[in-house]
């Protein structure tokens, strides 16, 4: 495997960054993870102005054209011969001595891609099957649009559900209702077939997979709801199901141990899985 850092393509098992590089220290960067299909990258377009608009809510530098990021993204799925998988691409503020505020200015962001292959048939079993999700309190910052590496809570919430035998853990708000997944976002369809998923306001990230989603609502002429729900709410609804870049739309069949529905995954998650591809770039 070969990695991309800081204008060298490496031996993966050598990719390495500087000890005071700021990702390091300070969690003081941005990240995207694009799905590879075909060998092709899916929604790159908006996966690049999602990353530009985090770097620019964190004042980091943008640290090359987005055209120069892509050729390095599709070079670094080449170079791993990646026909179906996921790109990481990170950029961090850089190098600089320990100090919480910046760095002075021309301190060159960190750029990090690694690109890796998933067995695509693995994920149609787990959406033939559907995932347990538990719930947590959120304790997240107040500016999870922003998709930063910080990311403690998120390992926290995602080892919380794995020990309880869960595929993805939800966060619950204040209010008692649900913001997101751990790495995901989280959605309903109700009893008269609406589909329901939070508002992108600065409580969730606004997943690109769930911007194609919406289009896809659009051409099947379902009634979307963006507003919240209640873990209630979701337990007794028709279907639920999580959305994101590596995982797609991914069928939920229990909430803390309740099923949703007849613990089945649901036909209208199902199908918005299967014309996904139709609707994404
Ligand atoms: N996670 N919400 C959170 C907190 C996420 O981390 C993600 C993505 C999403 C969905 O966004 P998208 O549809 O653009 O992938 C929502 C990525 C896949 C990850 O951290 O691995």
Known sequence: RIAYVNG???PHREAAVHVED???QFADGVYEVCEVRGGRLIDERRHMERLLRSLSELRIDAPMPLSSLGVILRETVRRNRVRDGIVY????RGVAPRDHAFPKKGTMPGVVVTARSIDATKG????NEGIAVITVPENRWPRVDIKSV???PNVLAKQAAREA???EAWYVDAGGKVTEGSSSNAWIVTKDGRVVTRKADSAILRGITR???LDVLRDHGLKLEERAFTVEEAQTAREAFVTSASQLVMPVVSINGRTVANGEP???SLALRRDFHRFAE
Not at 124 to 127: H, N, Q, V
Request: charged share 15%; glycine share 12%; hydrophobic share 45%.
């Open 22 to 24: 700021r990702g390091y």
């Open 150 to 152: 910080s990311l403690l």
């Open 8 to 10: 060298m393509y490496v």
């Open 89 to 92: 691409l990170q950029v961090t």
């Open 211 to 213: 911007t194609v989603l």
């Open 266 to 268: 649901g036909m209208l």
């Open 165 to 167: 035998g869960a595929k």
């Open 124 to 127: 149609e079993k787990t959406a």
